[in-house]
Protein backbone atom coordinates (compact mmCIF):
# COMPACT_ATOMS: atom_id res chain seq x y z
CA UNK A 1 0.00 0.00 0.00
CA UNK A 2 1.38 3.38 -0.82
CA UNK A 3 1.92 5.43 2.42
CA UNK A 4 4.44 7.85 4.22
CA UNK A 5 5.97 7.15 7.25
CA UNK A 6 7.50 8.72 9.99
CA UNK A 7 9.50 6.73 12.60
CA UNK A 8 9.89 8.81 15.39
CA UNK A 9 6.79 10.20 16.77
CA UNK A 10 9.01 12.16 19.02
CA UNK A 11 12.21 13.94 19.02
CA UNK A 12 13.91 15.81 21.95
CA UNK A 13 17.27 17.76 21.42
CA UNK A 14 19.69 20.24 23.17
CA UNK A 15 19.62 23.81 21.73
CA UNK A 16 22.48 23.65 19.17
CA UNK A 17 22.58 19.89 18.86
CA UNK A 18 22.68 18.95 15.07
CA UNK A 19 18.92 17.32 14.36
CA UNK A 20 17.64 14.44 11.59
CA UNK A 21 13.89 13.73 10.98
CA UNK A 22 13.31 10.84 8.66
CA UNK A 23 10.78 10.20 6.12
CA UNK A 24 10.21 6.88 4.27
CA UNK A 25 7.68 6.81 1.23
CA UNK A 26 6.37 3.84 -0.29
CA UNK A 27 4.92 4.56 -3.62
CA UNK A 28 5.87 2.59 -7.29
CA UNK A 29 7.23 6.00 -8.41
CA UNK A 30 9.09 9.02 -7.35
CA UNK A 31 6.73 11.26 -5.65
CA UNK A 32 7.41 14.76 -5.06
CA UNK A 33 8.65 15.40 -1.50
CA UNK A 34 7.75 17.82 1.01
CA UNK A 35 8.46 18.64 4.47
CA UNK A 36 5.74 21.15 6.43
CA UNK A 37 6.37 22.28 10.03
CA UNK A 38 2.81 23.26 12.61
CA UNK A 39 4.06 25.20 15.16
CA UNK A 40 1.41 24.97 18.29
CA UNK A 41 -1.96 26.48 17.34
CA UNK A 42 -0.92 27.07 13.79
CA UNK A 43 -1.07 26.30 10.01
CA UNK A 44 1.44 24.22 7.79
CA UNK A 45 4.35 26.17 6.91
CA UNK A 46 6.23 24.70 4.02
CA UNK A 47 9.69 24.35 4.69
CA UNK A 48 11.24 22.94 1.71
CA UNK A 49 10.59 20.11 -1.34
CA UNK A 50 11.72 18.44 -3.82
CA UNK A 51 10.81 17.80 -7.54
CA UNK A 52 14.01 16.58 -9.39
CA UNK A 53 17.51 17.28 -9.89
CA UNK A 54 19.97 17.74 -6.62
CA UNK A 55 19.15 15.44 -3.98
CA UNK A 56 19.63 18.11 -1.90
CA UNK A 57 17.78 20.60 -1.21
CA UNK A 58 17.79 23.73 0.57
CA UNK A 59 14.97 25.02 2.75
CA UNK A 60 13.62 27.92 5.08
CA UNK A 61 15.07 28.50 8.47
CA UNK A 62 18.25 26.67 7.81
CA UNK A 63 16.70 23.31 7.24
CA UNK A 64 18.09 20.77 4.32
CA UNK A 65 16.36 17.57 3.17
CA UNK A 66 18.19 14.99 1.26
CA UNK A 67 16.50 12.45 -1.37
CA UNK A 68 18.11 8.74 -1.50
CA UNK A 69 16.06 6.96 -3.98
CA UNK A 70 17.64 3.65 -2.75
CA UNK A 71 16.27 3.85 0.31
CA UNK A 72 12.86 5.76 -0.86
CA UNK A 73 13.75 8.29 2.59
CA UNK A 74 13.72 12.09 2.22
CA UNK A 75 15.04 12.97 5.37
CA UNK A 76 15.09 16.47 7.30
CA UNK A 77 18.22 17.93 8.88
CA UNK A 78 19.78 20.99 10.65
CA UNK A 79 22.97 21.33 11.91
CA UNK A 80 22.45 23.65 14.88
CA UNK A 81 18.72 23.37 16.10
CA UNK A 82 16.73 26.66 17.72
CA UNK A 83 14.55 26.65 20.40
CA UNK A 84 11.93 28.38 18.20
CA UNK A 85 12.39 24.90 16.43
CA UNK A 86 10.27 23.54 18.72
CA UNK A 87 7.17 22.02 16.46
CA UNK A 88 5.94 19.12 14.66
CA UNK A 89 7.00 18.19 11.27
CA UNK A 90 5.34 16.40 8.67
CA UNK A 91 6.60 14.96 5.52
CA UNK A 92 4.11 14.63 2.44
CA UNK A 93 4.12 13.52 -0.97
CA UNK A 94 2.09 14.19 -3.96
CA UNK A 95 2.16 11.23 -6.43
CA UNK A 96 3.77 12.85 -9.80
CA UNK A 97 1.64 10.69 -11.99
CA UNK A 98 -1.53 8.47 -11.37
CA UNK A 99 -2.54 10.06 -7.85
CA UNK A 100 -3.64 13.73 -8.56
CA UNK A 101 -2.62 16.45 -6.56
CA UNK A 102 -3.13 15.91 -3.46
CA UNK A 103 -0.80 15.69 -0.25
CA UNK A 104 -0.61 12.29 1.81
CA UNK A 105 1.25 12.96 4.72
CA UNK A 106 3.13 11.16 7.50
CA UNK A 107 2.23 11.22 10.82
CA UNK A 108 4.49 13.32 12.43
CA UNK A 109 7.12 13.50 14.34
CA UNK A 110 7.26 16.43 17.73
CA UNK A 111 10.22 18.26 18.42
CA UNK A 112 11.55 19.44 21.81
CA UNK A 113 14.10 21.38 21.98
CA UNK A 114 15.69 21.51 25.30
CA UNK A 115 17.61 24.58 26.44
CA UNK B 1 3.31 38.35 0.81
CA UNK B 2 -0.36 36.74 -0.25
CA UNK B 3 -1.83 34.41 2.43
CA UNK B 4 -4.34 31.78 2.33
CA UNK B 5 -6.75 33.09 4.86
CA UNK B 6 -9.79 30.80 6.52
CA UNK B 7 -12.61 31.94 8.91
CA UNK B 8 -13.81 31.30 11.32
CA UNK B 9 -10.73 30.64 13.38
CA UNK B 10 -12.68 28.69 15.66
CA UNK B 11 -16.12 26.84 15.44
CA UNK B 12 -17.89 25.86 18.10
CA UNK B 13 -21.28 23.70 17.15
CA UNK B 14 -23.97 21.47 18.39
CA UNK B 15 -24.44 17.94 16.78
CA UNK B 16 -26.64 17.96 13.58
CA UNK B 17 -26.19 21.52 13.22
CA UNK B 18 -24.88 22.70 9.80
CA UNK B 19 -21.43 24.61 9.61
CA UNK B 20 -19.74 26.48 6.84
CA UNK B 21 -15.75 26.78 7.03
CA UNK B 22 -14.33 29.71 4.47
CA UNK B 23 -11.37 29.90 3.13
CA UNK B 24 -9.88 33.06 0.91
CA UNK B 25 -7.06 31.56 -1.50
CA UNK B 26 -4.23 33.24 -3.11
CA UNK B 27 -5.96 35.02 -6.04
CA UNK B 28 -3.82 33.38 -9.04
CA UNK B 29 -4.38 29.93 -7.29
CA UNK B 30 -6.44 27.56 -8.90
CA UNK B 31 -6.46 24.00 -7.51
CA UNK B 32 -7.74 24.52 -4.19
CA UNK B 33 -7.85 21.69 -1.64
CA UNK B 34 -9.27 20.60 1.85
CA UNK B 35 -7.71 18.98 4.51
CA UNK B 36 -8.26 18.26 7.90
CA UNK B 37 -6.44 17.13 10.97
CA UNK B 38 -7.63 15.10 14.36
CA UNK B 39 -6.28 16.43 17.30
CA UNK B 40 -3.05 14.25 17.76
CA UNK B 41 -3.50 12.62 14.30
CA UNK B 42 -1.96 13.47 11.24
CA UNK B 43 -3.40 15.78 8.36
CA UNK B 44 -6.00 14.45 6.04
CA UNK B 45 -6.88 14.79 2.54
CA UNK B 46 -10.54 15.46 1.93
CA UNK B 47 -11.63 16.84 -1.19
CA UNK B 48 -9.86 18.80 -4.24
CA UNK B 49 -11.66 21.23 -6.54
CA UNK B 50 -10.50 22.26 -10.26
CA UNK B 51 -12.36 24.39 -12.36
CA UNK B 52 -15.61 24.49 -10.56
CA UNK B 53 -16.15 20.98 -9.65
CA UNK B 54 -14.33 18.25 -7.58
CA UNK B 55 -11.22 16.58 -9.18
CA UNK B 56 -10.98 14.22 -6.60
CA UNK B 57 -11.97 13.46 -3.08
CA UNK B 58 -11.20 10.68 -0.27
CA UNK B 59 -13.59 8.02 1.29
CA UNK B 60 -13.70 10.91 4.39
CA UNK B 61 -15.47 13.28 2.43
CA UNK B 62 -19.24 11.56 2.29
CA UNK B 63 -22.62 12.83 1.15
CA UNK B 64 -22.64 15.10 4.22
CA UNK B 65 -19.42 17.54 2.86
CA UNK B 66 -19.79 19.66 -0.08
CA UNK B 67 -17.89 22.48 -1.32
CA UNK B 68 -18.49 25.44 -3.69
CA UNK B 69 -16.80 28.28 -4.98
CA UNK B 70 -19.51 30.51 -5.37
CA UNK B 71 -18.14 33.87 -5.61
CA UNK B 72 -14.60 32.98 -7.55
CA UNK B 73 -13.20 34.06 -4.51
CA UNK B 74 -14.21 32.38 -1.76
CA UNK B 75 -14.03 28.53 -0.98
CA UNK B 76 -16.29 27.14 1.18
CA UNK B 77 -16.22 23.72 3.03
CA UNK B 78 -19.93 22.85 4.36
CA UNK B 79 -20.70 19.71 6.62
CA UNK B 80 -24.32 19.68 6.55
CA UNK B 81 -25.06 17.70 9.88
CA UNK B 82 -22.04 17.62 11.72
CA UNK B 83 -20.93 14.39 13.80
CA UNK B 84 -19.09 14.31 17.23
CA UNK B 85 -16.06 12.61 15.10
CA UNK B 86 -16.12 15.93 12.58
CA UNK B 87 -14.18 17.85 15.42
CA UNK B 88 -10.68 18.85 13.76
CA UNK B 89 -9.05 21.57 12.23
CA UNK B 90 -10.01 21.98 8.73
CA UNK B 91 -7.11 23.68 7.00
CA UNK B 92 -7.60 25.11 3.25
CA UNK B 93 -4.67 25.02 0.51
CA UNK B 94 -3.88 26.23 -2.89
CA UNK B 95 -2.08 26.16 -5.45
CA UNK B 96 -1.33 27.58 -9.30
CA UNK B 97 -1.54 25.83 -12.50
CA UNK B 98 1.72 23.94 -13.32
CA UNK B 99 3.20 24.41 -9.75
CA UNK B 100 3.01 21.56 -7.17
CA UNK B 101 3.58 23.40 -3.97
CA UNK B 102 0.72 24.00 -2.16
CA UNK B 103 0.14 27.23 0.55
CA UNK B 104 -2.08 26.46 3.64
CA UNK B 105 -4.23 28.58 5.60
CA UNK B 106 -4.17 28.85 9.16
CA UNK B 107 -6.96 26.25 9.70
CA UNK B 108 -10.77 26.70 11.66
CA UNK B 109 -10.77 24.73 14.76
CA UNK B 110 -14.48 22.60 14.20
CA UNK B 111 -15.66 21.62 17.66
CA UNK B 112 -18.74 19.58 17.78
CA UNK B 113 -20.56 19.20 21.33
Known amino acids: AQSVTQPDIHITVSEGASLELRCNYS??????LFWYVQSPGQGLQLLLK??????LVQGIKGFEAEFKRSQSSFNLRKPSVHWSDAAEYFC?????????????FGTGTQLKVEL | EPEVTQTPSHQVTQMGQEVILRCVPISNHLYFYWYRQILGQKVEFLVSFYNNEISEKSEIFDDQFSVERPDGSNFTLKIRSTKLEDSAMYFCAGKKEGYNEQFFGPGTRLTVL
Open chain 1, 27 to 32: YGATPY
Open chain 1, 92 to 104: AVVLITGGGNKLT
Open chain 1, 50 to 55: YFSGDT
